[in-house]
């Protein structure tokens, strides 16, 4: 199986490419970080030129599950978000992983087989205060994700988006450390009472991507250590 994932240089997505069986291609920024792969594509997603060469770069390399990791965090209250901004999280976060899709479907049509999986956030399930630039982007994944799952199903290509909490990762991290609340303030608001860890994320990808869940499609799933129970 060839598997493309895109932030594959840290984070949850070095966890992804880590934990999976099946032909790795990654992408990332960073060559450097790239180079401990068989099979790589460097790529700033926010530059069109590069995401038109990823694309291709997809289109040809037969991939059957694609895996929309990358993404970044914007903490700002909205009067103070800059149009720039706005429009760099909507196409690194959103833009980028339709754009991917479209590229990866021609092929995954034509074998009756895919699997595509976004990462979301619950911030676009449950909306995160100063945050509302990330929030709409990955509640915009949710969107595609449902429709798309709609447009494919017949062709054997499932659709899904796992939503994590705060996980342990330079992300995670960072993005707490720029809120209001400190670390231990934040475990302390989470019903586990802890971040769920890069390679529970990489559980689930691993789950989705198997025969036996052939029949989940559509999907929005949280892994969230219990923060949106009750919703
Ligand atoms: P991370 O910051 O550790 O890694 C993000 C990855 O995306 C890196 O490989 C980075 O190089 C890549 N990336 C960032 N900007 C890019 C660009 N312009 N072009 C190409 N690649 C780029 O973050 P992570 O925690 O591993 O996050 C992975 C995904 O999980 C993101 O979509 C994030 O929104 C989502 N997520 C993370 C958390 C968390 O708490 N860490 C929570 C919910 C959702």
């Known amino acids: 199986m060839n598997i493309l994932v895109t932030g594959a240089t840290r984070g949850i997505g070095k966890s992804v490419c880590e934990n999976l069986t099946g032909n790795i291609f990654a992408s990332g920024r960073d060559e450097k970080l790239l180079s401990i792969y068989d099979n790589y594509c460097a790529c700033d997603l926010t530059n069109e030129l590069d995401l038109r060469a990823l694309g291709d770069y997809i289109a040809s390399n037969k991939i059957d599950v694609l895996i929309n990791n990358a993404g970044e965090y914007l903490y700002a209250p909205i009067e103070s978000t800059e149009y720039c901004q706005i429009k760099h999280i909507a196409r690194l976060n959103l833009e980028a992983p339709i754009y991917l899709i479209s590229r990866a479907v021609p092929y995954m049509k034509s074998n009756k087989f895919g699997r595509i999986i976004n990462i979301g956030s619950i911030s676009g399930v449950l909306g ?19 429709a798309l799952a709609l447009e494919l199903a017949e062709y054997g290509i499932t659709v899904n988006t796992i939503n994590p909490g705060w996980v342990d990762t330079e992300m995670g991290n960072s993005s707490a450390s720029e809120g209001d609340f400190t670390k231990e303030e934040i475990t302390e608001c989470i019903p586990q009472k802890r971040f769920i860890s890069p390679v529970e994320i990489a559980g689930m990808v691993k789950y989705l991507i198997s025969d036996e869940a052939k029949g989940v499609t559509g999907q929005s799933i949280n892994l969230c250590a219990g923060l949106t129970c009750g919703y």
């Open 128 to 146: 995160e205060a100063n945050a509302a630039v990330y929030s709409a982007t990955k509640a915009g994944l949710t969107g595609a994700t449902r």
